[in-house]
C-alpha cells in the first residue's frame, strides 16, 4: 500500500516535517550538497535533479569532530546531536551508503545522530554516465520514506512507524513500484581476485595523483585519524576525530616509519579490492554502492570500473 502526494503540496509536506525536525536536503549553493533547511524560504533551493557531490555521510561523520575535551583532571564529553533530523532527497545509493557506515560505526557519537535521523529517499529517473548503482546488488531497505514521482504527483513508500506518522494524512493507493534505477553503465564482477597481480592496474595507478578526492566523496569510505591538540595553559586539551584517506602514503605508517603501501599501485588496488573484495567477503556485500562520485572527481579520469569490465572481458 502507497500514499499519494501532490508535487504542488511538496513544500507544504516538507514544512510539516520541519515543525518536528531539522530538515537536511541537497541543495546547489555554490556545490551540489546536503545542507541545513532553516526556513520555508529556503525550501525552493532544494534540488532532487541530479545526485549530490557531497555525500550526506559529512552530517554524520563531521571533519576534525571534536570528540572529547579535558580541563585540568576533567573530562568532558563531546556535545551530542539533540534535535531530531530528516533528510530528504536522498538516492537508493546514498540510503544504502549509510546501511553500510551503520554497520561499521559502533562508537556512541555516530550512533546517536543516527538514531535521532529518519530517512526519506526519491528515485533516480536520470542516472548520469558514472552511475553504475544497478550492478551493486542495492538493496530495498534503510528508510522510512522513499518517493517515486509520477507526472502530478509522488507514490510514497512507507518504511517505518515513524514514516507513518509523517504520512497519516495523505491517500492510500493499492500499486507496487520499483525503486531500483536504470543505469547506462555496469560492473561486470565476477571473481576479481584472480585479477590481483594483473599489470593493467599499473595503467590507472600510474595516472592517480593520490589527491584522495575518490575516498572524500565516496559515501562509505569513513576512515579517521585521532588527534590531540593540548592549549597553552597546558592543562586543557581536546580530541578531534579527523578524517584519512587511504590513498595518501602516511595512512598506512606504523612504528619505525615503515610503510606497507608505499606504493601509488599499493593504495589504488587497496581502494577497489576494499570495495569490492574485502568488504563483501565479509559482511555478504559490495562496499560500493555505484554512485559514480569517485569518477565523477577524479582530475585524471580513472575509470576503474571499466579496468574491472577488462579484466573480466581478458579471461572468456
Known amino acids: 500500500m502507497l500514499k499519494i502526494l501532490e508535487k504542488k503540496e511538496l513544500n507544504n509536506f516538507l514544512s510539516e516535517i520541519m515543525k518536528k525536525y531539522e530538515l537536511i536536503a541537497p541543495t546547489n549553493n555554490n556545490i551540489s550538497k546536503f545542507e541545513i533547511i532553516k526556513s520555508r524560504k ?99 531497505e534503510g528508510y522510512d520514506l522513499f518517493l517515486y514521482p509520477q507526472k502530478d504527483y509522488y507514490l510514497i513508500k512507507v518504511n517505518s512507524n515513524k514514516g507513518k506518522e509523517l504520512t497519516k494524512k495523505l491517500k492510500s493507493i493499492n500499486k507496487e513500484i520499483n525503486i531500483f534505477p536504470k543505469t547506462k553503465k555496469q560492473l561486470r564482477e565476477e571473481n576479481l581476485e584472480r585479477h590481483y597481480r594483473n599489470k593493467i592496474w599499473e595503467s590507472d595507478a600510474n595516472k592517480c595523483l593520490s589527491c584522495s578526492a575518490c575516498t572524500v566523496y565516496c559515501p562509505t569510505c569513513n576512515c579517521f585519524d585521532i588527534k590531540d591538540k593540548l592549549y597553552i595553559n597546558l592543562k586543557d586539551a581536546k580530541r578531534n576525530r579527523t578524517e584519512i584517506s587511504c590513498q595518501l602514503k602516511s595512512f598506512s605508517r606504523i612504528a619505525g616509519d ?3 603501501r608505499e606504493s601509488r599501485l599499493s593504495r589504488f588496488k587497496h581502494f577497489v579490492f576494499h570495495k569490492i573484495v574485502y568488504y563483501k567477503r565479509k559482511k555478504g556485500r559490495y562496499m560500493c554502492v555505484g554512485c559514480g562520485r569517485c569518477l565523477r572527481v577524479c582530475p585524471t579520469k580513472i575509470d576503474w570500473v571499466k579496468t574491472i569490465n577488462l579484466l573480466e572481458e581478458m579471461k572468456k
Open 42 to 140: 529556503d525550501i525552493d533551493k532544494i534540488n532532487i535533479k541530479q545526485i549530490t557531490k557531497v555525500p550526506l555521510k559529512k552530517h554524520f561523520l563531521p571533519d576534525n569532530e571534536t570528540i572529547m575535551e579535558y580541563k585540568k583532571e576533567k573530562i568532558i564529553p563531546a556535545r551530542e546531536v539533540t534535535k531530531e533530523r530528516a533528510v530528504f532527497g536522498l538516492r537508493l545509493c546514498d540510503i544504502n551508503a549509510l546501511d553500510i557506515i551503520d554497520n561499521i560505526m559502533a562508537d556512541k557519537l555516530y550512533l546517536k545522530k543516527r538514531v535521532k535521523t529518519i530517512l526519506i529517499g526519491i528515485y533516480c529517473d536520470k542516472p548520469d554516465k558514472y552511475c553504475f548503482c544497478n550492478s551493486m546488488n542495492l538493496r530495498d
Open 258 to 260: 615503515v610503510i606497507p
